[in-house]
């Protein structure tokens, strides 16, 4: 039977090859169930923008159906939706606004010439102290410990001999 494609956004199969594609891919059809698919991710403030310039479909609002469907040239959104849409954008904008710090964002640049001019920069360097541990006193009574139990310091690092651990 040979390959078949399968579009997706038209719910329909048809023979794989390059030209029935195409004519699949370029139709109007396709064309409307792909932008019907990726509207139900649009923004809350794109679509309030776009549903304010319409007016209200007489023949949605009455029977709760419109034969054009999303490609409806008119508003297909009751006015409690709109409104609701209306406070999404302004609570969303709202909270932009005091996310935001008093001078704007800094600018990354900045940020990442700032970390490591400071970390190369050998004047603000400091000298780093590593912590030293005591041996417990319980300890001192096992004077043939193996290494993992005795107390790490630098030199201890260098000079150990890993092989010997049990």
């Given at each position: 039977?040979?390959?078949r ?125 590593y ?12 004077p ?6 005795w ?16």
């Open positions: 039977m040979g390959k494609y399968y579009c997706d956004y038209c719910d329909r199969s048809f023979k794989d090859d390059p030209e029935a594609r195409k004519k699949h891919l370029s139709s109007l059809q396709h064309a409307k169930n792909r932008a019907d698919h990726y509207s139900f991710y649009k923004e809350p403030e794109t679509i309030l923008q776009e549903e304010q310039g319409k007016i209200p479909c007489k023949k949605y609002m009455t029977t709760g159906d419109c034969a054009f469907g999303r490609s409806c040239k008119f508003s297909h959104y009751a006015p409690p939706f709109l409104w609701e849409l209306q406070r999404m954008v302004a609570a969303k904008k709202m909270a932009a606004s005091h996310f935001m710090p008093q001078g704007g964002w800094p600018n990354p640049d900045d940020i990442v010439k700032e970390f490591f001019v400071d970390i190369t920069n050998p004047e603000t360097t400091e000298e780093i102290s912590p030293i541990w005591d041996v417990p006193l319980e300890l001192h009574n096992y043939n410990l193996p290494s993992s139990l107390p790490t310091t630098p030199e201890s690092i260098t000079d150990s001999n890993f092989g010997q651990w049990s």
